[in-house]
């Protein structure tokens, strides 16, 4: 009876700990807003010729914050959003961090077959780590001293580049610096744009953050997709196993496998917390999807298996197993 009572004791220890870890999880993530960085549209930026010089459809961004217009609007949109209480994420510093990084080196390299593949936006995302991107587009027209600008904003989850809200503006005829112009054209919508921001926010903190995983099997795993192993006293094959780890770790149980192969397997849609918690007892920490997937290399362990990660932007990973 002793026995029995003290391992009820600590069941209920363990799942007292759990649920206190993920409200505090939760209440941070609702304690604060989301984390915003303020660029150019891709598309506005490749119609205005700021793009890379050996690829006409690839926005070069460094070139777009070389244009005083560019630096004013962005300045004053994220100042616009820092006003209202969000942390704001600086585009130059970002790009300042990116020459730097050498991490984006390896995740060009054809360590998955060549499948990996990074583009500027991603590798911006990563290294900045904001949650929503704010798009800006504008244009100018002129009479004679007096300036007039059209403006056109857009929210974009940073994981999914899948787009939140949008709004258009226009100011009145004058010879007011543009920034003046810009403000007087956004802040007539402002309200609504950042109201739509922070419901989908809150979402995510209910619901968590959506984003992919690919996995890959690599020529010294000892085990494919489709290899039967053995489980909790169950046999099933590998990619049922990793289904089982997703569904305990994924918020609600949540996500979507999209492709299997022998040697590739795929998931979308899936929820992973905005914070997990830290190492060494340490606070809640926000994470991307790969701080999300790594944990399952110990899990996968037990079947003579390593993994290597490789982050894609906010909202995706590539899973590649090996051997040990």
């Keep these: 009876m002793n026995r029995i009572l003290t391992a009820i004791v600590a069941l209920l220890c363990t799942l007292s700990s759990f649920a206190q870890s993920t409200a505090e999880s939760i209440n941070q993530a609702k304690a604060r807003k989301p984390i915003i960085m303020v660029i150019p549209e891709k598309a506005w930026c490749i119609n205005q010729g700021f793009v890379k010089d050996d690829d006409p459809k690839s926005p070069d961004y460094e070139k777009a914050l070389l244009n005083d217009d560019v630096l004013n609007v962005i300045t004053k949109m994220g100042g616009i959003m820092q006003e209202r209480g969000y942390p704001l994420k600086n585009l130059q510093s970002a790009l ?54 059209e403006f056109r904003v857009t929210s974009v989850d940073a994981a999914t580049n899948k787009q939140i809200g949008g709004e258009t503006g226009r100011s009145s005829a004058s010879g007011a610096p543009i920034s003046v112009l810009m403000e007087e054209s956004v802040l007539s919508f402002m309200d609504n744009f950042t109201s739509s921001i922070q419901r989908h926010f809150e979402d ?121």
């Design 96 to 149: 300042d961090e990116l020459k730097n990084e050498s991490a984006i080196e390896m995740s060009l390299t054809s360590k998955a077959d060549g499948e990996i593949v990074e583009d500027e936006l991603d590798q911006l995302t990563r290294v900045a780590q904001a949650d929503i991107l704010v798009n800006i587009a504008f244009s100018r027209t002129t009479y004679g001293p007096r300036n007039l600008v």
């Design 204 to 324: 995510l903190t209910t619901n968590g953050r959506e984003g992919s995983v690919i996995f890959k099997i690599a020529d010294d795993c000892p085990l494919n997709f489709d290899s039967e192993v053995s489980l909790n006293g169950d046999t099933g094959e590998l990619n049922e196993v990793i289904d089982y780890w997703m569904n305990e770790h994924a918020v609600n149980g949540s996500f979507t496998q999209n492709g299997k192969t022998r040697n590739r397997l795929s998931y979308e849609q899936v929820r992973f917390p905005l914070f997990s918690k830290g190492k060494f007892g340490g606070k809640p920490q926000a994470i991307n999807m790969d701080g999300f997937i790594k944990p399952i290399g110990q899990f996968l362990s037990q079947f003579g298996i390593t993994i290597a990660t490789t982050p894609i932007g906010l909202g995706k990973a590539y899973v590649v197993l090996g051997g040990k």
